[in-house]
């Protein structure tokens, strides 16, 4: 594996590499690896693709600074894994290297209502500073293909219009989510648990199954709110918990028991946020 800390150095080595005839596959991540990471790096990997990932924690979509600062570190133990899992090149920028300019937003990304419901309206600001880290990462290494993973499935969704406004001729492979025995969803911030908290932080998805298991034609409010309570009752601070249009994204409050579902939640448990979410 080749890591490389500049964009000129990734550009020049990208660029050999495409005139060589291989497609370019892109992982990005801000470190702190598990298991989720590496199956999308490996689901990347083809014979006839070179297999990119990058390490920058973005200070641009952090809603709470200190939430920035706690951000786990892992460098030695990311760099493992990833030789490990066959990856091509890491790309280790610099703060100065993504923001050459400063970490001002020049531009406002047209997001619509996505910005606005569920993580947008919770996170005031993520969403544009999370299109500002990709769509600079996108234009250093401009890939084929961009994999990213269903736990964030909003962030998914909000990927898929900023390239599609950007016209950039990535694809986007949305990668399943990957669980913990118990079920709890990897996230690089399930490290930051005591013991007795990471006992409790399952509890999310067992609410969505429960949810889940409800699931019926008709008005789905009863089944929304008794997912709040319960996650209340478990000793999280729920942000929310939603079903809505897997499509659209739009919360539904009646079901024609045809079109394609999702079930999403969001809390807190002490200091960690969890988000996860089921596709029906």
Known sequence: MIILKTAGDLVAALNGLK???????????MGALHKGHISLLKHAKSPSSIVVTSIFVNPTQFNNPSDFEKYPNTIKDDIYKLEKSGTHILFLPSILEIYPNGMF????????????????????GHFQGVCQVVDRLLQIVKPSTLFVGQKDYQQC????????????????????????????????RNMRFSPIERKKAPGVYQTLLN????MHTGDLMSIKNKAFNDLLSKGFVPDYTEIADATSLLPVTDW?????????AAAFLNEVRLIDNILL
Do not use: C, W
């Not at 937003?105 to 005031?124: D, H, K, T, V």
């Not at 909000?158 to 399943?176: A, C, F, H, T, Y």
């Open 256 to 264: 024609d028991g045809e079109s394609k579902m999702i079930i999403l």
């Open 211 to 214: 949810m889940k298991e409800q």
């Open 157 to 188: 969704m909000v990927l898929e219009k900023l390239v599609s406004d950007s016209g950039m001729p990535v694809k986007i492979v949305m990668g399943k989510t990957l669980r913990e025995t118990d079920g709890l969803a990897m996230s690089s």
């Open 19 to 29: 005139a060589e005839g291989f497609s370019i596959h892109f992982v990005p991540t």
């Open 105 to 124: 937003r020049p531009q406002n990304y047209n997001l619509g209502y996505l910005e606005n419901i569920l993580e947008g309206a919770f996170r005031p």
